[in-house]
C-alpha cells in the first residue's frame, strides 16, 4: 500500500554505488543543459528567468518521491509556460506582483486537480485527448511560440496570444528592430539549427567519439549561453540596447502559500484543468515510450500523483506549472540516468547555480534565449503526421484542423476544448449509426451471414436482424428507426429476432427504445423476439420489466430461433 | 425537393372538406383550451401575459408551412418558460422593455439555431441526450417551476431559479400570505387536481358519453379560468389585494425585428442553444410518437426547420421561444386534428380573442394561472421512471441524479449541461475498456472461441487475440497495455494475432497504437499479424504505411491464420 503511492520504496532499498555514480552524472550534466531553458521559459510564460530555475528545484524532489518513471524529468516545458502566460494574460500584468501571485495559484489548482485524478483512478481521461488533437494542438502552439519569440530575437516589442494579436504587435513594430540583437539572435538560432542537425556529424570529424560527440551536440545551447553571455559582457552589450537577462535574487526560492482567493481560484480553474491534461498527456506518453525502451513499466495514476505532487511543490516554492518535459527527459536517459535520483541531484545542482550563480547570468541576451526556444520548439511542428492524418482519415484530419485553426486564431484553451469536443462528437456521430444486417442461414450449417452478401436461406415472415454494435442513447433512436422501416417495407412480417451477439451493454435509453419497438410491433401485429444475448446484458434486462413485457422469446442461438420460428407460420 | 422543404405541399393538394372540417373542430377546440396555459406560461417566463397569446399565432402559421408531423401543436411551453426566465434573470430586470426586447433575441437565436441544424441535418444531436438525463431534467425543471407558482398560489412575492432562492424568498415572505388568494389557488388547485384524476370518471356519471366526458375533464382550466374571473369581478377581488391579469393591450401582436446587439446576441447564444436542443427533444419525441399512433412518419430534420421557423416567427412578432407542446398536441390529437391546417385555425381563433377579448381577461386572478401551471407540470416529475433507472443500471442513474441535484441547486442550465457531459463521459469510460479475449480453435472445425470459457486447442507460441469492440482513440492506450501484459507474460510467445471481425473502425490514434505496438513487439522478437479485417477498415490501412511496417501478415480468417503459424515453431 505504501509502495504503491511512494514508488520511491520500490528502488530505494537496492540503491548502490554503481547506480548513484551513473545518476550523479546525469544529474550534473542534467544540472548545466537544462539552465538555459529553464530561464527562457520562465520568460516566455511572461516571468521573471529565475521562477525557472525556481520551478527546477523542489518539484524534481517531489516527483523523485512520488513518480513512476525512473528518467522523466520534469521542470518548465514550452507548451505548458504558453499556456501560463495566455491564462495570466487576463488576470494581471506581466511582471507585477499579482501575476506572480496568479501563477502560484495556477501551480496549485493543477497540482490539486492532478492529484486528486490520480486517487480517483481518472488517468484514462487523458485518453480522451486524441492523437491528431495532441499533435495539431503542439504544432500550432509551436507556431504560436515562434511568433512570440520573433519580436526578442529582432529585440522589439510583441506580445499576444494569438496569431492575429502577434502579427499586429510586430508589423506596428517591426521598423525598431535593434540591429545588434538581431545579429546575437540570428546567430545563435543559425548556430543552434547546425547544432541539431549536423551537430553529432561535425564532432565526429572533430575524433570525439560518438557518444560524447551526440552529448556535445546537445550541449549547443550551453556554449550559445556562455559566448553569448561572454561577448555582451565584453562589450557592455546592455549599454548599446541588447536586452539582458539582468538582476537575478541570489538565495534559494522563498516558501510561501498562494494566497485562497476564491474569485481568482475560480478565474483559473478551466486553464488549471487543461494544463494539467495537456501535462500529464505530454509526460506520460513519453514516460511509456522510455519505460518500454528499457522494459520497465509505469503507472499512469500514480504518475498523476508524481506530476500533481510536482506543481503543488512548483506552487509552494515561487515556481511555475510543470510537468516532464521532452528535452530535458531525453538528455536524462541519454546521460544514463537509472533511477529519480538522478533527478534529485540536479535538483541539488540547479539549487546550488541559484544560490550562488545568478550574477554570471546578468549579461546573457534575452535573444540568445529565444533562439534556444525556437529551435527546440521546431521539434513540435510535425508537418508529416499532418499529410498522414489526411491521408488516413478525413474525420481525424477535420478535428485536427479545427484544433490547428482555433489554437492559432483565438489561443491555445479554445483550441484543445474544440479539438477534444470535435473528437468526441465525430465518435458519437460514428456509433449513432451502428451497423446491422440482415441474415440468413448458411444452408446445412448453423451459420448465418448477411442475405446481401451470401446464398442463405431466408423466410418472408421472419426477419433475423443482427446489431453490430452497443445499444447506448446515442444509437438508440436509429435502432427504432431500423425496426420501423423494416416491418414497414415487409408486410408479410410475423417475427423479427434481434442477434445481441455484439451488443455488450443495452443502456437505459436503449431499453426504453426496445419497450417501444416491443409495443409498437405488438400493434401490428409482428412479435419481437432477441437471441444470443450476453450474460451480463441479460442480468440487466432481468432487473428491468422490459422481458415480461416482451411478446415473443430470449432464444440462445440464432440457429434455435430460426428451427422454431421458420416451422410456425400462421396458416 | 421543394416537397422535403414545404411539406405544406404533401397535403394541401389532397385536401377536402372532411378533413377541413374535422380541422376546424379541433382548431376551435385548442384555441379555448390553450389561452389560459399560455398566459401562464408568459407569466412564468416573467414576461406580460398577452406575450403567451403573441406567441401562439404566427408561429403555429410558419409551423403549419414547415413542420411535418400532422398533429404537433405549437406553442409556449412550461419547460421552456422556465428556461427563458432563468436565461434572462441576469439580463434585465422582468418586465422592462430590456427583457421583453432579450426575450425576442432569445426566440430569434433559437429559431435561427434549430433552423441551421435542420438543415446542415443535424438531427441527430438530440440523441446525446440521453432518456435518463430528460427525464431527471424534466422532473428537476417540475419541482422549480412548483416552487417558483408557489409564491403566487400565497399571494406573496417569491422568485428564483434554483430551489434555495425560491426557498429564501419563501420563507422571508410567507408571513405576508394574502388569505383570499390562498382560497381561490388552493381551491383551483383542488378542482383541477379531481378534474384530472377522477374528471372523466364523474362526468361519466352525469350521463356524458366517454367523448365528451374526457374533452370536459381536459377543459378544468377554462372553467377555472370561467369562474374565478366571474367571481373576482362580481366582487373586485383585485380591489382588495389579489393579484389578477389586469389590462391587455388590444389588437394583434406587433410585426418587429429583434435588435442587433452583438454582445446581447453573444450572451444568450449558449441558453439559447439550451433551449433548441431541449424544445426540439421534447417535440420530436412527441411528435413520433403520435405519428407512430397514426403509423405516419416524421422527418427530424425537417422538424428542426419547422421549430425554427415557428421560433423566428415568435420572435417577430413579440413572442417568446415556442416549441411542439405535449398539453395542447394531446388536445389537438384528441380533438381529431387531421392536418396541420388545424393548427392554422387554431392562430385564427387566438388572433380573435387577441384582437378583441382581452378585457374579458381583466379580472382573471395569477392565482388560477399558478394552479394551472402546478397541475401540468406535474406530470413532468416522474418518481417511478427514477426507481426504475435505479435498479436498471447505476451509471444511468448517476447521470439522471446528477441533473436533478443540478438542475435544483445550480439551475436549469447547469444541469442539462451536467447530465450531458456525465452521459457522454460514462460511455466513453465503458468503451473505453474494450472487451477481448484469448481465442483457441474448437477441435474439428473452423471455429474459435474463448479459452477460458471452451476446451479448445491452442499453442503456446501462439497468442490469438480477439477485439470486441472499434479501435479509436479512447481504448487505443488500452489495446497497448493488454497486449504488452500479453507478451510480458508469456515469454515463449512467438506470434500474437489480432482478430478483427468486431472492428467497425480503426481511427488515427488506434492507428498509431498498432505501429507503437508493432515496433515494440518486434524488439522483443514477436510477430504481430492481423485478420478478419473487414474491407472497409482495410482500404483505410491501405492508405497508410502501416502495412509496410508491419512484421507479420493479414490473414483473411482466423483459421488461415492458426493453420499457417502453428506448423511454424521456431525449432
Known amino acids: 500500500m505504501l509502495k504503491r503511492y511512494l514508488p520511491i520504496l520500490a528502488w530505494l532499498p537496492h540503491y548502490n554505488t554503481r547506480l548513484c555514480g551513473a545518476d550523479l552524472l546525469a544529474g550534473i550534466i542534467v544540472t548545466v543543459m537544462v539552465i538555459p531553458q529553464s530561464l527562457a521559459y520562465a520568460i516566455l510564460a511572461g516571468l521573471p528567468a529565475v521562477v525557472g530555475l525556481y520551478a527546477s528545484i523542489l518539484p524534481l524532489l517531489a516527483y523523485t518521491l512520488f513518480g513512476t518513471s525512473r528518467t522523466l524529468a520534469?521542470?518548465?516545458?514550452?507548451?505548458?509556460?504558453?499556456?501560463?502566460?495566455?491564462?495570466?494574460?487576463?488576470?494581471a500584468p506581466p511582471g507585477s506582483a499579482e501575476y506572480l501571485e496568479a501563477t502560484m495559484v495556477l501551480a496549485l489548482l493543477s497540482?490539486?486537480?492532478?492529484?486528486?485524478?490520480?486517487?480517483?483512478?481518472?488517468?484514462?481521461?487523458?485518453?480522451?485527448?486524441?492523437?491528431?488533437?495532441?499533435?495539431?494542438?503542439?504544432?500550432?502552439?509551436?507556431?504560436?511560440?515562434?511568433?512570440?519569440?520573433?519580436?526578442?530575437?529582432?529585440?522589439?516589442?510583441?506580445?499576444?496570444?494569438?496569431?492575429?494579436?502577434?502579427?499586429?504587435?510586430?508589423?506596428?513594430?517591426?521598423?525598431?528592430?535593434?540591429?545588434?540583437?538581431?545579429?546575437?539572435?540570428?546567430?545563435?538560432?543559425?548556430?543552434?539549427?547546425?547544432?541539431?542537425?549536423?551537430?553529432?556529424?561535425?564532432?565526429?570529424?572533430?575524433?570525439?567519439?560518438?557518444?560524447?560527440?551526440?552529448?556535445?551536440?546537445?550541449?549547443?545551447?550551453?556554449?550559445?549561453?556562455?559566448?553569448?553571455?561572454?561577448?555582451?559582457?565584453?562589450?557592455d552589450l546592455a549599454a548599446s540596447g541588447v536586452a539582458v537577462v539582468g538582476a537575478i535574487p541570489k538565495g534559494l526560492p522563498p516558501l510561501t502559500f498562494p494566497s485562497v482567493d476564491l474569485p481568482l481560484w475560480r478565474e483559473l480553474l478551466v486553464p488549471a484543468l487543461l494544463i494539467s491534461v495537456v501535462g500529464f498527456v505530454e509526460s506520460v506518453s513519453m514516460g511509456q515510450m522510455l519505460a518500454a525502451k528499457r522494459r520497465q513499466r509505469i503507472s499512469p495514476n500514480q504518475e498523476l500523483i508524481g506530476l500533481g505532487s510536482a506543481n503543488i511543490a512548483a506552487a509552494i516554492s515561487a515556481g511555475m506549472p510543470v510537468t516532464g518535459g521532452l528535452s530535458r527527459t531525453v538528455i536524462n536517459f541519454d546521460a544514463g540516468a537509472q533511477t529519480p535520483a538522478a533527478g534529485t541531484f540536479a535538483a541539488l545542482g540547479i539549487g546550488l547555480v541559484t544560490l550562488a550563480m545568478t550574477p554570471l547570468l546578468y549579461h546573457l541576451p534575452i535573444?540568445?534565449?529565444?533562439?534556444?526556444?525556437?529551435?527546440?520548439i521546431l521539434t513540435l511542428v510535425d508537418i508529416k503526421m499532418i499529410k498522414q492524418t489526411w491521408r488516413y482519415s478525413r474525420s481525424d484530419f477535420a478535428a485536427m484542423a479545427v484544433t490547428i485553426g482555433l489554437t492559432l486564431v483565438e489561443g491555445v484553451e479554445a483550441g484543445i476544448i474544440a479539438g477534444v469536443s470535435l473528437s468526441v462528437g465525430l465518435f458519437l456521430y460514428r456509433t449513432s449509426r451502428p451497423h446491422s444486417a440482415l441474415v440468413g442461414r448458411v444452408p446445412g450449417t448453423e451459420h448465418f451471414r448477411n442475405?446481401?452478401?451470401?446464398?442463405?436461406?431466408?423466410?418472408?415472415?421472419?426477419?433475423?436482424?443482427?446489431?453490430?454494435?452497443?445499444?447506448?442513447f446515442a444509437n438508440a433512436r436509429y435502432l427504432e428507426d431500423t425496426v420501423?422501416?423494416?416491418?414497414?417495407?415487409?408486410?408479410?412480417?410475423?417475427?423479427?429476432?434481434?442477434?445481441?451477439?455484439?451488443?455488450?451493454?443495452?443502456?437505459?435509453?436503449?431499453?426504453?427504445?426496445?419497450?417501444?419497438?416491443?409495443?409498437?410491433l405488438k400493434d401490428s401485429h409482428v412479435t419481437l423476439h432477441l437471441a444470443e444475448v450476453k450474460g451480463p446484458v441479460m442480468d440487466r434486462l432481468n432487473n428491468s420489466d422490459f422481458l415480461d413485457e416482451l411478446t415473443g422469446r430470449v432464444f440462445l442461438s440464432t440457429f434455435?430461433?430460426?428451427?422454431?420460428?421458420?416451422?410456425?407460420?400462421t396458416e
Not at 520534469?74 to 488576470?91: D, F, K, N, Q
Not at 535573444?367 to 527546440?376: C, P
Not at 446481401?452 to 452497443?470: F, G, K, Q, T, Y
Open 74 to 91: 520534469v521542470g518548465p516545458v514550452a507548451i505548458l509556460a504558453l499556456m501560463t502566460g495566455a491564462a495570466l494574460a487576463g488576470v
Open 111 to 235: 497540482g490539486l486537480m492532478l492529484a486528486a485524478m490520480g486517487m480517483m483512478k481518472l488517468g484514462f481521461f487523458a485518453n480522451f485527448l486524441s492523437h491528431p488533437v495532441i499533435s495539431g494542438f503542439l504544432t500550432a502552439s509551436g507556431i504560436l511560440i515562434a511568433a512570440s519569440q520573433a519580436a526578442n530575437l529582432l529585440g522589439i516589442s510583441g506580445s499576444g496570444f494569438t496569431v492575429m494579436e502577434l502579427t499586429v504587435s510586430l508589423v506596428t513594430d517591426i521598423t525598431n528592430t535593434h540591429w545588434p540583437t538581431l545579429v546575437i539572435g540570428t546567430g545563435c538560432l543559425a548556430f543552434l539549427v547546425l547544432m541539431r542537425r549536423r551537430g553529432q556529424w561535425l564532432l565526429t570529424r572533430l575524433w570525439l567519439g560518438p557518444g560524447l560527440a551526440s552529448l556535445l551536440a546537445k550541449a549547443g545551447p550551453v556554449f550559445a549561453v556562455i559566448v553569448t553571455t561572454l561577448v555582451s559582457w565584453r562589450f
Open 367 to 376: 535573444a540568445t534565449l529565444a533562439a534556444t526556444i525556437t529551435v527546440s
Open 451 to 472: 442475405v446481401a452478401r451470401h446464398e442463405v436461406e431466408s423466410a418472408s415472415h421472419v426477419a433475423l436482424l443482427r446489431i453490430d454494435e452497443s445499444l447506448y
Open 484 to 520: 420501423y422501416n423494416l416491418v414497414a417495407s415487409r408486410p408479410e412480417l410475423e417475427h423479427v429476432v434481434l442477434i445481441c451477439s455484439a451488443v455488450n451493454l443495452i443502456d437505459a435509453s436503449a431499453l426504453e427504445s426496445l419497450d417501444a419497438i416491443n409495443a409498437r
Open 560 to 569: 434455435a430461433a430460426w428451427s422454431e420460428l421458420r416451422r410456425r407460420p
